[in-house]
């Protein structure tokens, strides 16, 4: 018997197609994401910037053309910091931005390390 639009799913005897879900063909062209050594190193800084009590809280977005990490002092504020991976300017200016906490370019560069380098300079002490 013929269910509600002509054919019957169960007997086979209907014209169906297979829709793939979405995102499963091009999984990895969908997003940006970190590589596990950035996020590390990027996690490494977050960790230590929480134990010297600079930041509280962080947040990741990930988007068609870029990846991002936001650090917070408080978490209803905007980022003090956000790491931004664009895969797309890696033959320009660099695939790394560090932006400020209103949003002004900081550093700009292809390797992450020099890039953090401001962030990490804030947790540098004078020891007499």
């Not at 013929?2 to 019957?8: C, H, I, L, R, V």
């Not at 977050?46 to 990741?60: E, K």
């Not at 700009?108 to 953090?116: E, K, M, P, S, T």
């Amino acid at each position: 018997m013929a269910g509600p639009q002509g054919s019957s799913s169960i007997t086979g005897s209907g014209s169906g197609s297979v829709v793939a879900f979405p995102g499963v063909q091009n999984a990895g062209a969908l997003q940006v994401g970190f590589e596990r050594l950035e996020l590390q190193r990027i996690l490494d800084l977050y960790g230590r910037m929480v134990a010297a009590g600079l930041w509280r809280d962080y947040a990741m977005d990930f988007a068609r053309d870029a990846a991002s990490f936001c650090a917070f002092r408080r978490a209803a504020e905007r980022p003090q910091a956000r790491i931004e991976k664009r895969p797309a300017l890696r033959g320009k200016q660099g695939m790394w931005t560090l932006f400020g906490e209103v949003g002004q370019v900081l550093k700009r560069g292809h390797d992450l390390a020099n890039v953090l380098s401001p962030l990490e300079r804030k947790l540098l002490k004078v020891v007499e």
